[in-house]
């Protein structure tokens, strides 16, 4: 249930609204946007006559959410939810580009993958330190050396940094490096895991499972939020299809459908939605068209010696073409890229 409370209402009348709702056994969420403030009412209560709420001081309207997301449903906040990450907005007008190589390997190969990226326009710096692979033969990531090594490079570079968290053990050792979480696509269904996250101080990027539907994926993030961090963005990055052509099948529409049903931002991974090179940069310009706020990919100053997914790492000159042509995009649908 969404209450939506009267402009200039007084506080002392939205303590006593969410007092009833308290009383009333709900779990309350507040969100105050540009022209009202809105309380998301979450619990179970076929009987319950929502009239009891609509006649209280002070509220505008009462919505019955029949999606079964709630804090992650347009409902609960009307406008598109902007996120500023030390100074990085995240949902505004600017789409934000995140780029780096999949794994961190060296000291030398992170600090000259940050300057390029820098150099060309990405705002964030992405780089994985623990890697979920699928042989466990196969290069597992530098674990904390490789956080260290990361924010260093995004420091000299004036970056914000975004890694991957693999499970709660890893969460407070992370938040002391990154700026956001990645939760990986593995993860995206870890409901534990997920719950853990809400209590994260740190905005948390959520993939797209493998094989999750739409629905799926914003009940996910609907874990996160529920949990009190209210700070969720969303990642297409692919998912599995029969078709072999491909890595992954990038499922472009998921944008504008997100746009339609959530307020939270979405960010595209063209890199592994793909799966390889030549095709990223056209699935980055798609992305922008479509709507996403934000691009994500994976660049490598020596991709056909990365340790980690070289075949779908851009090369520096790629890289710099892409963010070419993705500005363009931008500016044609009225956005803009750094």
Known sequence: MIVVLESGIAETQIEEIIRVLHDHKFDVHRSTGVQHTVLGAIGVHPEFDHRQIELLPGVAEVLRVTEPFKLASHAFKREGSIFDIGGVKIGGPEVVVMAGPCAVESEEQIFKIAKLVKDAGAKILRGGAFKPRSSPYSFQGLGEDGLKLLRAAANEFQLKVVTEVMDKSQIDLIEKYADILQIGARNMQNYTFLKDLGKASKPVMLKRGLAATIEEWLMSA???????????????????????????????????????????????????????????????????????????????????????????????DQFSQMMKEVRMIARAIERSIA
Request: hydrophobic share 40%; proline share 6%.
């Open 222 to 316: 609907e874990y996160i939020l529920s949990g009190g961090n209210q700070q969720v963005i969303l990642c297409e990055r692919g998912i599995r299809t029969f078709e072999t052509a491909t890595r992954n099948t990038m499922d472009i529409s998921a944008i504008p459908v997100i746009k339609k049903k959530s307020h939270l931002p979405i960010v595209a991974d063209p890199s592994h939605g793909i799966g390889i090179r030549d095709k990223v940069i056209p699935m980055a310009r798609a992305a922008v068209a479509a709507g996403a706020d934000g691009i994500i990919v994976e660049v490598h100053h020596d991709p056909d010696h990365a340790l980690s997914d070289g075949a779908q790492s851009l090369y520096p």
